[in-house]
């Protein structure tokens, strides 16, 4: 009896035992072992694993990337102005040890860290930055060196900053109507200058289009000048040779013509002297003295003088 009334008592002995000699460390963990209070092991890998009991203590950290949601801050610009900021920080830990001898594995404490150095990366970035540069700015550019400035200050706390990025950027009410109204003032002056770019261009096209008119019209008027001069010389050799062929024919031509054009108006009235051989066809056909043509009739036929 008193044999089979120990076998309980050593049976929980056993299995206390052996639950205080198994530890589990989860997926998105790494574990710290220590041993009277000294770090005796690291990075101890995800799975089930063994301890001494009452020697060896185990301590396990969120590997994860996690956030801190910090309130809206007022940082100064290089304006002296006042900008209301809201962001939030994406850190991870990165070296259990480090982050454990530098918070004591208080993840409070880290935030509180991470937290001032960030928001001091965030001052002296602002400070460098004029208002309308801090809100249309080159946004990542401004988080990277809030990233990098951050890590290089947190390098021996066993953590990194992952992202930082701004939610909401505001002004307060004592200076949003100045700086709006300073902004559209730029913003008029960009177009502006825009506009008066554009209108120098189309003047330079139009000029360069006046330039193309007018030695467009000087080459076609040139073209006109040669091929009227071709057509005259032309036209005087045709008629010399006419000329050469029948002299008296071609001085008849010429003279039908030439009555044509004296009286093809209303105004057919002509005043000549009376020995004038304009007339010479009229009276005699082969050309002969304009004296036998009777003149009298077309002198008759002047207006009368007031």
């Known amino acids: ?10 049976v929980a002995a056993v299995a206390l035992l052996g639950s205080m000699s198994v530890y589990t460390v989860k997926e998105f963990e790494t574990g710290i072992q220590f041993r009277l209070g000294e770090i005796v092991k690291t990075d101890i890998p995800p799975g089930l694993h063994f301890k001494l ?3 060896n203590t185990i301590r396990t950290f969120d590997e994860r990337i996690l956030t801190i949601s910090t309130p809206p801050d007022r940082f100064l610009t290089s304006e002296k102005k006042n900008l209301i900021v809201d962001y939030y920080i994406k850190w991870q830990i990165t070296d259990a040890a480090a982050y454990y ?7 409070r404490a880290a935030v509180v860290r991470i937290d001032q150095i960030v928001k001091d990366g965030m001052k002296s970035q602002i400070s460098n930055l ?3 540069e801090v809100v249309s700015g080159d946004r990542d550019l401004f988080m990277r060196n809030v990233i990098e400035a951050t890590n290089d200050d947190i390098a021996g706390l066993g953590i990194r900053v992952v992202d930082v990025r701004i939610m909401r950027i505001e002004l307060p009410p004592e200076v949003s109507q100045s700086v709006f109204a300073r902004m559209e003032q730029e913003r ?33 008027n040139r073209e006109a000048e040669q091929l009227r001069g071709e057509g005259d010389a032309r ?36 005043v000549l002297e009376p020995n004038s051989s304009f007339f010479r066809y009229f009276g005699d056909q082969s050309g002969g003295d304009v ?5 009298p009739a077309a002198v008759n036929r002047l207006p009368s003088l007031p």
Request: net charge positive; no cysteine.
């Open 53 to 55: 009991p009452f020697v």
């Open 188 to 220: 008029a002056a960009v177009a502006s200058a825009v506009r008066s770019r554009g209108q120098e261009q189309a003047r330079r096209i139009m000029a360069d289009a006046d330039r193309q008119r007018v030695e467009i019209i000087a080459e076609a």
């Open 101 to 107: 001898r530098a918070t004591r594995g208080d993840e």
């Open 1 to 10: 009896m008193a044999a089979s009334n120990l076998i309980i008592p050593v």
């Open 130 to 132: 004029t208002i309308p």
């Open 291 to 295: 004296s036998r043509v009777e003149q």
């Open 235 to 270: 036209a005087a050799e045709i008629y010399g040779q006419a000329f050469n062929k029948d002299r008296e024919f071609f001085e008849f031509y010429r003279s039908i013509n030439a009555y044509k054009k004296a009286f093809a108006g209303d105004n057919n009235v002509m």
